[in-house]
Nanobody, 120 residues
Framework: VQLQASGGGVVQAGGSLRLSCTASGNIYSINGMGWYRQTPGKQRELVATITSGGNINSADSVKGRFTISRDNAKKTVYLQMNSLKPEDTAVYYC???????????????WGKGTQVTVSS
């Protein structure tokens, strides 16, 4: 099972980016999916998560600017980032809780990060 993220890049302050992350492999179901971010020397922090039923949890710092959504049929989670600020610069990681076929375990998977750089 793997998560493939895309959509990072360089944008000016006030601009927008949309991140996507698609799960593939031996997947029976996907429970929570989410986005985290990390800057050098700091711990990885929550950006936003969304359950399979659509319940959302997001960091106060991004509320009103970032929107998380998912397409269960496509096994994909999105992060629409608007009104970007230089302090949003980070490596963004997607995360998912996945139940494989023929298993009753839930496996937590991280994708490789995608760099988001916001210039002032």
């Amino acid at each position: 099972v793997q998560l493939q993220a895309s959509g990072g890049g360089v944008v000016q302050a006030g601009g927008s980016l949309r991140l996507s992350c698609t799960a593939s492999g031996n997947i029976y179901s996907i429970n929570g999916m989410g986005w985290y971010r990390q800057t050098p020397g700091k711990q990885r922090e929550l950006v936003a998560t969304i359950t399979s039923g659509g319940n959302i949890n997001s960091a106060d710092s991004v509320k009103g600017r970032f929107t998380i959504s998912r397409d269960n049929a496509k096994k994909t989670v999105y992060l629409q980032m608007n009104s970007l600020k230089p302090e949003d610069t980070a490596v963004y990681y997607c995360n998912a809780d996945i139940t494989p076929h023929f298993s009753n375990r839930i496996v937590n998977i991280w994708g490789k990060g995608t760099q988001v750089t916001v210039s002032s």
